[in-house]
């Protein structure tokens, strides 16, 4: 299996006061070490490109993509892929979204997890709701802020435990921090895996979808920290459930 992920990349620019003088730095992180390490255990190949990369370098073309089984978006926001080095010149060119959707249905497969910029994100501004890429998922985006901090721990049910994703997965989950808000399509090709309870209602956690000859599965929390605490990092099934998810996702009925 070949699989790229999109996104998970930070660079972060800190300001400190010391009396009258300032030092500003600047310092870059990967989100995705944990799960990509999961991956490469189970044989998986993984290409990364970071957020700051996936304007220029994501795919543009049907092509390109098909040299995957699968692409993971993980916080990546629609308008980082939306806005190509040709668009912020005003020329006219593919709508990286429309050819993600094309890509599900011709067999490929699509896994969206959260974060700040995941599904419509926290602030608003991950703006995948009524988008092509949504089109295929087995939720919608909510039309506003969607991020749930959850502090004090989120704790997941597992709701279907002879889906393969969950095949070897034992409840209870270690405690989520947060996760997306999003609402369940509840349609005959999407399936609800998992849920978490916050305040009298349930947000779906894990579901998938059939979409045209490929799969789609969403994962409304992140891979990595911080709404992953630590204790599911180091959860001795953690990267089974990531491979699990990434597995299934790959097995569309795609026509090579």
Request: charged share 20%; glycine share 12%.
């Given at each position: 299996?070949?699989?790229?992920?999109?996104?998970?990349?930070?660079?972060?620019?800190?300001?400190?006061?010391?009396?009258?003088?300032?030092?500003?730095?600047?310092?870059w992180?990967?989100?995705?070490?944990?799960?990509?390490?999961?991956?490469?255990?189970?044989?998986?190949?993984?290409?990364?490109?970071?957020g700051?990369?996936?304007?220029a370098?994501?795919?543009?073309?049907?092509?390109?993509?098909?040299?995957?089984?699968?692409?993971?978006?993980?916080?990546?926001?629609?308008?980082?892929?939306?806005m190509?080095?040709?668009?912020?010149?005003?020329?006219?060119?593919?709508?990286?979204?429309e050819?993600?959707?094309?890509?599900?249905?011709?067999?490929g497969?699509?896994?969206?997890?959260?974060?700040?910029?995941?599904?419509?994100?926290?602030?608003?501004?991950?703006?995948?709701?009524?988008?092509?890429a949504?089109?295929?998922?087995?939720?919608?985006?909510?039309?506003?802020?969607?991020?749930?901090?959850?502090?004090?721990?989120?704790?997941?049910?597992?709701?279907?435990?002879?889906?393969?994703?969950?095949?070897?997965?034992?409840?209870?989950?270690?405690?989520?921090?947060?996760?997306?808000?999003?609402?369940?399509?509840?349609?005959?090709?999407?399936?609800?895996?998992?849920?978490?309870?916050?305040?009298?209602?349930?947000?779906?956690?894990?579901?998938?979808?059939?979409?045209?000859r490929?799969?789609?599965?969403?994962?409304?929390?992140?891979?990595?920290?911080?709404?992953?605490?630590?204790?599911?990092?180091?959860?001795?099934?953690?990267?089974?459930?990531?491979?699990?998810?990434?597995?299934?996702?790959?097995?569309g009925?795609?026509?090579?």
């Amino acid at each position: 299996m070949k699989v790229l992920l999109a996104g998970e990349t930070f660079l972060a620019t800190t300001t400190v006061g010391a009396g009258s003088d300032t030092i500003t730095t600047t310092g870059w992180s990967n989100g995705a070490l944990a799960f990509n390490a999961a991956l490469a255990s189970a044989g998986i190949a993984l290409t990364q490109i970071g957020g700051e990369h996936c304007g220029a370098e994501f795919p543009r073309s049907l092509a390109e993509l098909a040299e995957y089984d699968a692409v993971i978006l993980s916080d990546v926001g629609a308008l980082t892929l939306l806005m190509t080095p040709d668009a912020r010149q005003g020329k006219v060119g593919p709508n990286r979204l429309e050819v993600l959707k094309a890509y599900v249905e011709a067999g490929g497969g699509l896994m969206m997890a959260g974060g700040y910029m995941g599904f419509q994100g926290m602030f608003g501004t991950a703006r995948f709701a009524d988008t092509a890429a949504e089109d295929v998922l087995p939720v919608l985006c909510l039309p506003h802020s969607d991020g749930l901090e959850v502090p004090e721990g989120l704790t997941a049910t597992l709701l279907d435990m002879a889906h393969p994703i969950l095949a070897g997965i034992d409840q209870p989950l270690p405690p989520i921090l947060g996760l997306n808000k999003l609402e369940f399509r509840g349609d005959d090709a999407s399936t609800l895996l998992a849920i978490c309870r916050y305040r009298g209602k349930d947000w779906p956690l894990l579901a998938v979808r059939d979409y045209g000859r490929g799969r789609s599965v969403i994962w409304s929390t992140d891979i990595g920290p911080h709404w992953l605490s630590l204790d599911f990092l180091g959860w001795q099934l953690y990267g089974r459930l990531m491979t699990n998810m990434v597995t299934w996702v790959c097995r569309g009925d795609r026509i090579r």
